[in-house]
């Protein structure tokens, strides 16, 4: 399977970073072709200027400044996101790549009756992510980034497209112990795929 694994961290020292990178040793060991984006080692402009604005809805003209970004999505069979869960989402600059990437005639079409999935390619997402919080708050709050991404960016793929979250709560009060741990789960889980 091709998999596009895209990390968004700004520190290449981070736990963020040494799940990525377990991660992607996990998904090639199991024989998958992996695709790897970093987005801010990379400088991501996650920023939608009033140009692209203008001409989002332009099927010929909207994929400008990041065809190469749409190419990548379009190759994979499967979307790995690793990032880590900041005010209770992804960070800004992961959903600017959400905002400049997953445009209209790329990932859905906008039609009479509703909007279209055009990423059918796509028949599974992972995400790998950490919270601050602990598991009940999440649920309280209806656990905002899983709904956007298993909710709305799901639908946008292949029908019947696979979802697995793989999170680790109260990160800022875990042993290095339960971070090894957790490090183990997603090699485990993911040599799965």
Known sequence: MRVLL??????????????ADAAEAALI????????RDLYAEGFS?????AAHRQYMDFSANQQGVEEDVAQLQRAQALLLVYPTWWYGMP??????????????????VSAGAIQPRLTNIRRIGVVTTYGSPLWLLLYLGWPDRRVIGGGIRRLCAQGCKLDWLYL???????RSECAGFIDRVRARLSAW
């Not at 895209?6 to 799940?19: E, G, T």
């Not at 800004?92 to 079409?109: H, N, Q, Y």
């Not at 709560?169 to 875990?174: A, D, L």
Request: glycine share 8%.
């Open 6 to 19: 895209v990390h968004c961290h700004p520190r290449n020292d981070s736990f963020s970073a040494a799940l």
């Open 29 to 36: 060991g199991a024989g998958h072709e992996v695709e790897r």
């Open 46 to 50: 996650p920023a939608v200027t009033e």
């Open 92 to 109: 800004a600059l992961l959903k600017g790549w959400f905002d400049r990437v997953w445009v209209p005639g790329v990932t859905f079409v």
């Open 169 to 175: 709560t109260r990160m800022n009060h875990r042993t």
